[in-house]
């Protein structure tokens, strides 16, 4: 009962195969098991969306479609048409923290999202490709980023400091962010869902069992908006800083 | 909801990042608390530029 209604427990991580490389863990986990499943189903969803390429589309395809052109038209609006050489990056983001979150809310799952070092390695990547792309086409100009044009000389060593940690902030908050949303909501559901199961244990207080019931009802529909939100901004913010690498100079 | 939670996160991270590295500034060099307190109001600044940035040009429109 108490692990039941422990609502930290949802996130423990449990090897299923036991396995130990060069001295390093290297078990395959339920986190493994999940990102193996949000994989096979993005993968999924984009082959069989797009193997009939009918006009009339079926429901598949155009699911396919419309999560095609939202994540192009993102990378367009906030990166420009040079930005479209990272689509393939992008939609990939997008689409494995989308899945990430949708089948995290489904009862007995695992959200991996759910797991900092997980955003994190999303977000070490998203800067770690944004500074290499950055150096490799623009050279030193790149630097320019953090020497914004128009300031007074003699402000500009500490705009510069202050670029330079807005800078390195951004692979935290990106991943915090997404981590911080599905951590919050996923305990949150649990305790309500905890609530439930104490009020009915409660002899004449079951009777106000409902009402977390009915809360949860409403949370898990907030918790799809905020799953897609979610990885909606990710993918945004991916683009944002893309495109500061693509042009940067403010 | 959702942009409020953006510029918390933004202004906390700017926060947090410049006094981590403050802290470990001061551990490097034994000048405790100089770096710290100086790179923690640094950050902070930073923090307020970025919440600054947003609040000018919110993202996902034509930059």
Known sequence: MAEAMDPIHQFNIEPIVKLHLFGLDASFTNASLFMLIIVLAASALMLFGTSKRSIVPSRLQSAAEMAYEFVANTVRMSAGNEGMKFFPFVFSLFLFVLFANLIGLIPYTFTVTSQIIVTFAFAALVIGLVIAYGVIRHGTHFLGLFVPSGVAPALLPFIVLIEVISFISRPISLSVRLFANMLAGHITLKVMGGFVAALLGAGAYAIIAPLPLAAIVALTAFELLVAVLQAYVFAILTCVYLNDAIHPGH | ?63
Do not use: C, H
């Not at chain 2, 409020?4 to 060099?29: H, P, T, Y």
């Not at chain 2, 923690?40 to 429109?61: C, D, E, H, Q, S």
């Open chain 2, 1 to 63: 909801m959702n942009l409020g939670f953006r510029v918390l996160a933004e202004f906390v991270s700017a926060a947090v990042v410049g006094g981590a590295v403050g802290w470990q500034l001061d551990k490097w060099f034994g000048t405790s608390p100089l770096f710290l307190l100086v790179l923690l109001l640094l950050g902070t600044a930073a923090g307020f530029w970025n919440v600054y940035r947003i609040a000018v040009k919110p993202p996902g429109r034509k930059p």
